[in-house]
């Protein structure tokens, strides 16, 4: 049952990115191309995906946390920590060149295999390869002695 | 590049719509709607027992386009112009990244942003900003 709620949600999330637009990397690389702005190329509608999630989390969030617990779960699994470290800028830094080289991140990039994209699947094999690295590197002993272990929560 | 068209409306209403999956997530299972972070756990090591349910929300995902075209008969454009040397960089440097920073556009710009958590900010605007600069040099500097 739990499965299937999240399947529902999933696709809600899925949906979401269809109708807003960030299932098309070239609407996303047209957002994030500030240098259109002058030629009139720039494609604001992705700062309107924000927004319209933000506010809506926003809201959700405030009421959803103050339950004693979820509906199906024993506790609420939400991020604690407050420091800067530097993983929380080296890899969205990282993240951010290789959005900016295609125009998928990983939510997109996953919604695309459903519309039968073979560009798609190779991003999407590439991109777990990457995800895989950077869990393996992260648990290796030198790792964790310069930097701190990702909050597992966070994401 | 393609030109594409500005669409605030229906963007903010699909923008809603994952504000209301990150909601209903956190809501029934207590977890952050974070796609990265989901994403990678489908792969070991497994640290607890939610591997179902993960697979679930990213089958879901994938599920979503298919049911667009049932109920529409077609699917909104998608255009990606990117060879296969470059798709396989990106999709290295994509999921590197967001796992090494323990988060993607979900986890941190929507998730993170709504908790008003500092690091989620931080890494917003690093990703941001690495993305523009990104598309700067490639299309401006070529």
């Known amino acids: 049952m739990t499965v299937l709620i999240q399947f529902g949600i999933g696709m809600v999330f899925g949906l979401g990115l269809i109708v807003s637009g960030m299932s098309n990397p070239a609407k996303v690389l047209n957002f994030l191309d500030v240098g259109g702005i002058p030629a009139g190329t720039w494609d604001a509608s992705l700062a309107f995906v924000m927004a319209g999630a933000v506010v809506v989390t926003f809201i959700g969030f405030r009421r959803v946390l103050k339950l004693a617990r979820p509906v199906l779960a024993d506790r609420f699994y939400v991020p604690v920590r407050k420091d800067i470290d530097p993983r929380i800028i080296a890899g969205p830094a990282i993240f951010g060149i290789g959005w900016g080289l295609v125009g998928f991140c990983p939510g997109p990039a996953l919604t695309a295999l459903g519309f039968g994209s073979a560009s798609a699947f190779i991003f999407v094999a590439a991109m777990c390869a990457g995800m895989v690295l950077a869990r393996f590197i992260a648990q290796l002993p030198s790792a964790t002695r310069i930097a701190t272990p990702g909050e597992p929560l966070e994401t | ?142």
């Open chain 2, 1 to 142: 590049m393609v030109a594409t068209p500005f669409t605030p409306i229906a963007s903010l209403l699909g923008g809603a719509l994952i504000g209301l999956s990150a909601v209903l997530l956190m809501w029934t299972m207590g977890r952050i709607a974070g796609v990265s972070g989901i994403a990678a756990r489908l792969f070991p090591p497994y640290e607890d027992r939610e591997l179902a349910g993960r697979l679930a929300f990213v089958a879901g995902l994938i599920v979503a386009p298919v049911l667009v075209r049932l109920v529409t008969g077609s699917l909104p454009a998608q255009t990606i112009a990117a060879g296969t040397p470059l798709l396989m960089v990106a999709g290295l440097l994509t999921g590197f990244g967001s796992v090494w920073g323990s988060g993607c556009t979900s986890g941190h710009g929507v998730c993170g942003l709504s908790r008003l958590s500092v690091r989620s900010l931080v890494a917003t605007m690093t990703f941001m900003a690495a993305g523009m600069a990104t598309v700067f040099v490639m299309r401006h500097w070529s």
